[in-house]
């Protein structure tokens, strides 16, 4: 099977570099991993032994940080590596100084785990969430590398709860531990004979948390509210931000900031609001910021802070791509809106049935329950503090999860 893998991540790798020249994600791709082995063997000379902790991308690397953060905290001694799979994650993340090495992970094959493994010797390996890469899991079992799940999430629908998933399963079983999000995840485990797991919650709570408790003042922010209500709208996609534009239309007293996920999109999110006085961030030198209605955030890393002046939140991905990280707004006990495909997003399950936030489809709905927050203040202040005593209630995962990790 390890060999079947292999092959297919050959495949998948010759996939990305036949669509590099025309694609810049899968160019990164590529360029990220030439002379990887080179860079990783100049790097290490087998003396660091390092807590190896892989994130696929931004978001799972936003789940780890508060534990590097806390492990860096109580062992200033041990160095720490982060990979990514992902450029979206590495090329954000590549020159932050939190952790001691930062670098993309070889393709998940026996003969790259085996070196990686070689040059890298870490003392254990973490993997965010959803990080199944059975070949290093192999060479990490069988060289007796203790290794983790954090902020791990378990369906039913996943393969490894179905009859092809029982050599999946027994590679898992390795694993030293399973730190996961809920009761289903662990009874999901427990099923299939996985008993070393415990329900710890999501490590994010305690990254947004610490965030949301940082003073901090954002000018440009104030100069533009201007004591109007605040429409926050981050990671947004084209539908979203169709949506949007037909809301904002509607009301009065609101102003709203745009952060689309992928800022190349901006020309197109700047021709859906057209219509309004709408000005981008990367642009707003000298001028009247109060003069405007729509603030397109064309930048990256301030988007988690900008939510603190919400009024309401909304959180795109969820018409077609995924739903984005709804915990940088609910921290501050704002409601949330976001589209109708969250169900894999264990918080978003959890505020829709605790009615802190709201799945709609279309902006008519949207602006129904805008309109009764308007209407009635103390149905807008039950859901705000809906929305701030869920965080509260969830945060401590990391140190859980930290009082069961081996660290030299």
Known sequence: MLTLISVGILLYTFCIWAVSP???????????????????????????????????????????????????????????????????GYEIRKNDTLPD???????????????????????????????????YIH?????????????????????????????FVRQLSH???????????????????????EVCGDTRFDRVYAIANQPYVLDFVEQFQQGSKLIVAGSTWQPDEQLLSEVFAKLQGYKMIVAPHEIVRTPDVLKTFEKFKVIRYTEMEGKSLADYD?????????????????????????FKTG????????????????????????????LVSLKGAFSITSSAKMLDIVHRFDDKAAYYDQTCAICRQYVEENVGAVDKIIRKIKIN
């Open 139 to 167: 060479e990490l079992s069988s060289r007796n590398i203790p290794f983790y799940y954090v902020s791990a999430i378990f369906r039913p629908t996943q393969y490894f709860f179905k009859p092809i998933g029982k050599w």
């Open 175 to 197: 694993a030293s531990g399973f730190f996961v999000q809920n009761e289903e995840s662990k009874k999901l485990l427990n099923s299939v004979a996985i008993q070393q797991v």
């Open 294 to 318: 729509v603030l397109i955030l064309d930048t990256i890393g301030i988007l988690s802070k900008v939510y603190k002046y919400s009024t309401l939140s909304y959180v795109g991905g969820a």
């Open 323 to 350: 739903l984005h990280n709804i915990l940088e707004a609910a921290v501050f006990g704002v409601p949330l809106f976001f589209g109708p495909q969250y169900g894999k997003f264990n918080e978003a399950v959890m």
């Open 22 to 88: 025309f694609n810049k994600k899968a160019r990164l791709w590529v360029q990220g991993r030439r002379g990887l082995f080179d860079r990783l063997a100049k790097t290490f000379d087998g003396s660091e032994h390092p807590v190896w902790i892989h994130s696929a991308s931004l978001g799972e690397y936003e789940q780890a940080r508060p534990l590097i953060e806390k492990i860096k905290k109580e062992n200033p001694d041990t160095k720490v590596l982060v990979t990514f799979f992902s450029p979206s």
């Open 101 to 135: 090495y930062i670098f993309y992970l070889p393709a998940d094959t026996k003969r790259n785990a085996r070196r990686f493994l070689d040059i890298v010797k870490p003392q254990s390996a973490i993997f965010i969430k959803y990080e199944f890469w059975f070949n």
